[in-house]
């Protein structure tokens, strides 16, 4: 007997080999990738106080989690200082102002004048210094002589500027010293040289004086009055109302609402994260009772939850990532992967579950995203894009190909959700992220497809198309070697496609199942009957118990075929599986003949090794490949013939308890028996016998 134990429970060992993967590894990893998926889930919903800081945009949409009231206190702020500065501008003296005015004009007038009348440079240095108490050496003022009048009329403005900004605002004695050094900083901030700016400065603070005949404490108590009077602004904000945007700029409103609103509680945020886990609970409840109701075991399996998780935990990732990348651009948001997991279980499982996980991938993306509605809204619509184009991928090839139209749709999907809910701008990133997404959707759905194979144990649609090809090495070789049996394979294998379409089986694992179920043949392809040379017997003079330990070893040996050249699971057990444990019964006779009585010979030492059929594919192949050769004899088809071969060898299996291990009904065996009927009597209907044709001349005579 063949060793069964499942290869796949050692792919990891410790060196004492008491460590096995499936019993520790695997799950470990699924419960580190599961509290991993909450994490990153749950850590966007932490207090994070220091992300908002005032006049920068908003990392997050922020809601308010209650109603409640409160104080503008920015707004009241700026109408007491409104009303503050109506009281300075009430205690301003219009002639001072007035009075600075004319002395700067006078001052650049004169100055014009004595220029263009060509006094030298030290009497207009005396002139300063003596008339208005300015102090320039010999080569400031020559500089300044020697700039044309256009110059000089610019920088005689600036002054006027600077004093008529400095002069508006109250001044009362105490202030004038402060006011006099703000006259020489705004001076210093003009775009003029050096000099110039000093030139500007000095004459501007000379003309700086007090406003008012106010003191400053009489002003401030008038001020502080009329702002008292001002009625504080209230904010009454509603539970589930946005406080502020993604992206809107904050101010300090926003950040008093949000701290009014528990944004930065760490009692709420735990709280919040109980609300996470329990949803994420309960969808995956629903999911796996979803699972369980339609009654496919192998969705269920400990691999398929690897899987699964396996799956989420990259988009859980890959979300977080371009979560952070969109707090500087929403248009990031544009390039959530979801698509990718649509297009995996499409090509993996099958549509139902696609849809399911593109759900549950939409709700992850949305809680990352805390409260983007469109980034959720678009990664939904191009998960089901993504979905509809996959539908027609059966090649890998093919799944590039649809990857390009892919692409197209997303940057469509992507740029028509961004035009509606943000701007132009960003709708035309969000169309090149669209591009993006398609292209990384596809990439990451190819490179991840053999490793996902491999964890969830699946064989796809894809994989089993590309092995059932004749350019597969182990068919090529079959095919060169035992050409006989090849031809035998593609009769059973139309025999169990159209059994299995009968019954709700895979018909396309029943096919391919068929293609390789006596690829062990090829190992002595010689002593088969269907590859047996025309007058040789390879059996004639061997001892029958020999003989059947021949025919048998064809199982085993196509198992370990099938594990050399890695072919799927499902697959090498109908390998194994297509006999049963059936009677090898030519040889079975035989020997009863040469021993001259039943009891002399035993039934055991003339029965495959193999294992009784566990699927409904196993089970059709069994089926098929002894209708297939108990017809085959059948020298003329008559119908009523085939049907009572194919009876006989239903019933006999049946008999023999072959099919006690597969979900094979008797209703589902007339199916078959039906299936296999229409295809035998196809191929065996007897043909027209055309007369002889013999050519005279220009004409044909029969």
């Avoid at 429970?9 to 580190?32: D, E, M, Q, T």
């Avoid at 908002?52 to 409160?70: C, D, E, I, N």
């Avoid at 009329?226 to 992206?247: C, H, M, T």
């Amino acid at each position: 007997m063949e060793d069964k134990e499942d290869p796949e429970k050692h792919l990891l060992r410790g060196k004492g080999g008491f460590i096995r993967f499936r019993k520790y590894g695997a799950p470990l990893i699924s419960v580190l990738a599961l509290c991993a998926i909450l994490a990153i889930i749950i850590i966007q919903y932490a207090p994070k106080r220091g992300a908002y800081q005032v006049g920068r945009p908003s990392p997050h949409t922020v809601l308010s989690k209650k109603a409640f009231t409160m104080e503008d206190e920015a707004k009241t702020e700026e109408l007491r200082e409104i009303a503050r500065q109506g009281v300075y501008k009430w205690f301003i003296n219009p002639a001072y102002v007035d009075k600075s005015r004319r002395n700067v004009s006078e001052f650049f007038r004169t100055l014009e004048e004595k220029i263009a009348g060509g006094e030298e440079v030290k009497k207009l240095e005396r002139w300063a210094r003596e008339g208005y108490g300015l102090f320039f050496s010999d080569s400031e003022l020559e500089k300044y002589t020697n700039l044309d009048a256009a110059q000089r009329e610019s920088l005689a403005r600036d002054t006027m500027e600077i004093v008529d900004s400095i002069m508006s605002t109250l001044i009362t004695p105490e202030r004038i010293e402060e006011k006099k050094i703000e006259s020489l900083v705004r001076a210093q901030e003009l775009p003029l040289e050096e000099s110039y700016q000093i030139f500007v400065g000095r004459v501007a603070s000379s003309n700086i004086k007090n406003n008012t005949d106010a003191s400053q404490s009489l002003v401030e108590l008038e001020a502080e009055r009329a702002a008292s009077q001002v009625e504080p602004i209230y904010l009454n904000v509603d539970e589930g109302e946005i406080i502020v945007r993604k992206g809107d700029l904050l101010t300090e409103t926003h950040i008093a609402e949000m701290k009014k609103a528990g944004a930065f509680s760490a009692v709420d945020f735990i709280y919040q994260a109980i609300g996470i886990v329990l949803f994420l609970v309960s969808l995956s409840g629903s999911f796996f009772y979803y699972l369980k109701k339609r009654k496919k075991p192998r969705l269920l399996g400990s691999r398929m939850i690897y899987f699964y998780i396996t799956s989420l935990f990259i988009l859980t990732f890959l979300t977080y990532i371009f979560s952070l990348l969109a707090e500087s651009n929403l248009a990031w948001g544009f390039m959530v992967p979801l698509p990718f997991l649509s297009m995996l279980f499409v090509l993996m499982v099958d549509r139902e579950t696609s849809l399911v996980m593109l759900v549950i991938g939409a709700a992850i993306v949305g809680l990352i995203f805390k409260g983007t509605f469109y980034v959720t809204l678009a990664a939904l619509l191009n998960g089901l894009v993504a979905f509809f184009f996959s539908l027609r991928a059966s090649r890998r090839e093919e799944l590039m190909r649809e990857g390009l139209w892919i692409s197209g749709a997303l940057a469509l999907t992507s740029f028509s959700i961004a035009l509606i809910f943000t701007n132009a701008l960003t709708a035309i990133l969000a169309l090149c992220a669209g591009v993006g997404n398609g292209i990384l959707s596809s990439v990451l759905t190819m490179g991840l497809f053999t490793a996902m194979e491999n964890i969830s144990g699946i064989t796809t649609n894809i994989k089993l198309l590309e092995i059932s090809s004749p350019e597969h090495p182990l068919m090529h070789k079959l095919i060169a070697k035992a050409s006989g049996t090849y031809a035998h394979s593609l009769i059973v294998g139309n025999l169990a496609e159209a059994a299995a379409k009968e019954v709700g089986a895979d018909p396309l694992l029943a096919r391919v199942g068929a293609y390789y179920h006596d690829i062990g043949k090829i190992k002595r392809p010689s002593f088969f009957a269907e590859n047996m040379p025309e007058g040789r017997k390879e059996h004639e003079n061997i001892n029958p118990n020999l003989s059947a330990l021949i025919i048998a070893a064809h199982v085993k040996e196509g198992v370990e075929l099938a594990r050399e050249y890695h072919l799927p699971q499902e697959v090498t057990d109908i390998i194994r599986q297509h006999h049963g444990n059936s009677v090898i019964k030519y040889f079975y006779a035989r020997a009863i003949e040469l021993m001259g009585k039943e009891d002399k010979v035993a039934e055991s030492r003339f029965r495959y090794p193999g294992e009784k059929p566990r699927s409904k594919e196993a089970g059709i192949v069994l089926l098929a490949d002894a209708v297939e050769a108990a017809t085959r004899v059948i020298p003329k088809g008559s119908p009523v013939k085939i049907e009572q071969v194919i009876q006989n060898v239903i019933e006999e299996r049946l008999r023999d308890g072959q099919l006690d291990e597969c979900d094979l009904s008797i209703s589902d065996l007339n199916k078959v028996n039906h299936a296999f009927l229409q295809i035998i009597a196809g191929a065996y209907h007897e043909r027209v016998e055309y007369p002889a044709i013999v050519l005279s001349g220009q004409k044909w005579k029969y």
